[in-house]
């Protein structure tokens, strides 16, 4: 399986707004400059989120998006299916019905192995646990930017 850009930018987009956000609504431009991901784009991502409650959108002067939920509440299964749809590889995993083969194909096992794989790393996974990461990632590579620390990539001390 292979995830869209749907998926993708909307996934980056919540990290972004879990990052950036206190109390007060973030700007769609903003996030849209730091993920790189045009401004239309990323509206047209923010609908489907909206709609499953996800986030809400303030319009005005000071208005944007902000998480309706708190990150360690959302998981990415609800987020994909949000913006993906459901999540398996092939369509008779989603309806055996279509296919005259699924009691008898083993190949269908598998995708259905796969798809109970993929389901369970996303709704094992909050957007708090990307946020943890992301700050992980950034203090690693701040360190190694520094470089006289001592320090390496999962900051253990080197041995001198």
Request: proline fraction near 7%; hydrophobic fraction near 35%; aromatic fraction near 2%.
């Amino acid at each position: 399986m292979k995830l869209s850009t749907r998926g993708r930018y909307g996934t980056r987009a919540l990290l972004d707004l879990a990052l950036h956000s206190d109390e007060s609504p973030v700007p769609l431009k903003d996030i849209a400059r730091r993920q790189q991901i045009s401004l239309p784009y990323l509206e047209h991502l923010v609908m489907p989120l909206v709609s499953g409650e996800i986030i809400r959108s303030t319009r005005g002067a000071h208005g944007g998006i902000s998480l309706l939920k708190p990150p360690e509440k959302i998981r990415l299964s609800e987020v994909i299916r949000l913006l993906e749809g459901p999540i398996a590889p092939v369509e008779c995993v989603i309806h055996p019905d279509i296919c005259p083969r699924v009691g008898s194909c083993a190949t269908c096992d598998i995708w259905e192995e796969i798809k109970k794989a993929i389901y369970g790393v996303l709704e094992g996974t909050t957007l708090q646990e990307l946020v943890e990461r992301q700050r992980q990632k950034e203090a690693s590579r701040n360190g190694e930017a520094l470089g006289s620390e001592g320090t390496t990539r999962c900051d253990q001390p080197k041995d001198t």
